[in-house]
């Protein structure tokens, strides 16, 4: 039975309201005691890109030989016309998207904080009109990465000048902790006794460090990534275990692992296919073997109301920074509860604000499963007062007013200067 035929006939017209809905009516900031609010308008905007040290090995950040090293990010700072400072983040990976580095500075600088500049910081929603109005979509939202920075910044100083959380603003809980699972991706090896010994290190690693849950990178070879997924059923037997290809296999692979996978205990199957492959993803929602999520696919709210509505998938991987920031995706968790489906919290290997970012969200909105916000395990480098620590494998949501975090400026200045230095 379909996604659309599940629901009930309220809940199928709750959906299509909110199918019909702009991003404006999920980007409101209802509050409380807004009338004494002193308006302001963004008077500066300035960008600093960083490379933050890494630690281990992850997949993503592996570049050609002799490129920069450690995980890009462009740090933002949006301050209104009355000292009030925000701090948002983009976080581009070239292997997983089209964003680079250079490309999120150059966009924001020439392109984006032009059309910003002037405004009502409150008003996020006409950012976002404004945004796309400089860079337009294509299939989906223009240089989403990159706007997701500057959507969380907004939040942030909405969130400094009424005094509130970005829980709060939205009119919602704190929530959380949230749980986060710990990422395995060991290297390809064709021996698969030495490559399920490197999985053993790494899981081991990752319980020193307090984790318990586990998710797994797979794709292309499932005979190995069938013995992965076995291993760690084996080694967290109560865990939520949650196999990640990243668009990684053909459709006729994904249709022959995914029963095997199923088999030897994994939970979900995210992103098995390209996004691209529609009817890809329709024949594997139809075998029905494990719960199909999507990921890369879903940037803007329209082709998540599309997809749904082909019946190609049970939920979404959902992540701030994919998807053009808070607003967005809190207009996609909406959508995805009205439809009966399923959302899990993952991340870009996220820094200080970008996390912050997703754990505000996910805290407000009662994320129930472990999240895959795997930057403390591979960061090494914090530009907050107060970094984030993983304590019995949970995130604290963080509280205060906006993100509730305290960026020091002198780590920012001081990072963004050695990573200039070193692609001198």
Known sequence: MSAMNRLSRSNRRDFLQTAAFGLAAFAGLPGKGWSAVKRVKIERIEVFPVRYPTAGRFKFFEGPEGSPQGRPAVLIRIQADDGTVGWGESVPIPKWSYETLESAVSTIRDYLAPEL?????????????????????GFTTGMPITKAGLDIALHDLAGKLTGQSIAQLWGREKGGPIRVSWTLNPRPNEDINAFLRETEQLVEEGRKRGYTTFNIKVAPDPKADVALAAFVRSAAPAGFLWADANGGYDPATALAAAPKLADVGVDVLEAPLRPNRLSGYRDLKKQGALPILMDEGVISPDELIEFIKLDMMDGVAMKPARCGGLAPQRRQ?????????????SGLTDPDVSLAASLAIYGAYGLATPAALNGPQFLTESVLRKPFK?????????DGPGLGIEVDEEKVRELSKRTAAEVA
């Not at 500049?117 to 979509?137: K, Q, T, W, Y």
């Not at 993983?390 to 949501?397: N, R």
Request: aromatic share 4%; proline share 7%.
């Open 333 to 345: 968790i909406e959508i995805i509860e009205d439809a009966g489906l399923m959302w899990l919290g």
């Open 117 to 137: 500049v002037g405004r009502d910081p409150l008003d996020i929603a006409g950012a976002h009109e404004a945004m796309s109005r400089a860079i337009a979509p």
């Open 390 to 398: 993983v304590e019995k494998g949970y995130l604290e949501a963080p």
